[in-house]
C-alpha cells in the first residue's frame, strides 16, 4: 500500500475559506496548482514512493530529473 500526504502549503482558495474572510482570493493557493503533484502521484514514476508529506505549492517537477522519487516532500510522521 501506498500512502502520501498532499496539502497546499497555506490557505487555499477553497470554499473551506468564507468568501467574507479574504477580499482579494488571488492571494491564496489555486486548487490547480495540485494538479501537477497529482499526477505525478498517480503515474508509474511514483511507485514506491510512501509516506511523503508533499506540499503543492513547493512542488518541482524538475527537481525530479535530478533528484530519485524518494526525496519529494518530507517524511509524512515526526
Avoid: C, F, Y
Amino acid at each position: 500500500m501506498t500512502v502520501n500526504a498532499l496539502a497546499p502549503g497555506g490557505p487555499a482558495n477553497t470554499r473551506m475559506i468564507p468568501a467574507t474572510e479574504v477580499a482579494d482570493r488571488s492571494t491564496l493557493i489555486q486548487p490547480e496548482g495540485h494538479d501537477r503533484a497529482i499526477v505525478w502521484l498517480m503515474s508509474p514514476r511514483s511507485d514506491g514512493v510512501t509516506g511523503r508529506r508533499i506540499i503543492a505549492k513547493e512542488w518541482d517537477a524538475a527537481r525530479l530529473t535530478s533528484e530519485s522519487a524518494e526525496k519529494v516532500g518530507t517524511p509524512a510522521g515526526w
